[in-house]
């Protein structure tokens, strides 16, 4: 299916915006509960260094959720 396919719809679209958006804030509550700042090995360091880049990684796709969205929006 392309994105100029009709059954890509505005409301489709922002739909499957919102299910990206609660599998987000569910890989992020993962991360948090993943949290090894009290631990002191250089494996959980490294570990501690993986999750804030994933935390990053995390706040762009937000972002490109959140914009993704408008430009949808604006266009209906």
């Known amino acids: 299916m392309s994105i100029d396919s009709p059954a890509l719809s505005g409301p489709l679209l922002i739909e499957l915006a919102e299910r990206a958006?609660?599998?987000?804030?569910?890989?992020?509550?993962?991360?948090?509960?993943?949290?090894?700042?009290?631990?002191h090995s250089p494996t959980a360091r490294r570990l501690a260094d993986i999750i804030r880049d994933l935390r990053a990684d995390l706040l762009t796709a937000e972002a490109a959720i959140d914009d993704g969205e408008r430009m949808i929006r604006s266009l209906q």
């Not at 992020?28 to 700042?37: F, G, K, T, V, Y």
Request: no cysteine.
């Open 21 to 39: 958006r609660a599998e987000l804030a569910a890989v992020r509550a993962d991360l948090d509960s993943l949290e090894p700042a009290m631990w």
